[in-house]
C-alpha cells in the first residue's frame, strides 16, 4: 500500500501531484462532454489507460511514478474528434480542451523532465489509434451496414 500511495503522490511532490491530477481532471471532464453520445467507448478507454499505468507500476516495480498514462492516452483518444472534426461543436472543443491541457503538461515535462518526453507521446500516439478504432467503429455501427470481410447473404 505504501508503494501505490508513493507512486500516484509522485513520492509526495505537491507540484508534480497537482500538475497531473489537474490535467487528468481536465482530461477527463473534456472526454465526458464530448463523448457523452458514446459514454460506452469513452468507459472502456478509460479503464484501458488506467489498466496500462497499473501495468506500468508493476513492471517497473513502482518506480514509474505518477498517473500520466491515463491523461496521455485519453487526450490522445480525443485527437481523432479533433482532427477529422465532428458532427457536434461540443466533440471539438471538449477534445481541443484535453489535447492543449495534456500538450501543456507534455512540454512542461519534456523541459523538465526530458526522459518523459517519448513515453508520454508514445501514449499519446497509443491513445490516438484507440480513439480512431472507436470512431470508426461508432460510424460503422450507425451506419447499419454489413461488417467489412463478411460473406454472408441474407
Known sequence: ?????????????????????????????AC????????????????????????????????????????CGVAGSMMPDLIVGSRRRHNVSGSALATFAAALAIVFYGLTEPATLRPHLAIVAGGALVGTASTLYSRWRSSNKRPPFTNRAD
Open 32 to 71: 465526458l462532454v464530448s463523448r457523452n453520445t458514446r459514454i460506452l467507448s469513452h468507459i472502456v478507454i478509460v479503464v484501458l489507460f488506467i489498466w496500462l499505468q497499473v501495468v506500468l507500476w508493476l513492471i517497473f516495480n513502482f518506480q514509474a511514478p505518477g498517473v500520466s498514462a491515463v491523461w
Open 1 to 29: 500500500m505504501d508503494d501505490f500511495v508513493r507512486v500516484v503522490t509522485y513520492n509526495g511532490s505537491v507540484l508534480h501531484s497537482s500538475i497531473n491530477f489537474i490535467i487528468l481532471t481536465v482530461v477527463l471532464g
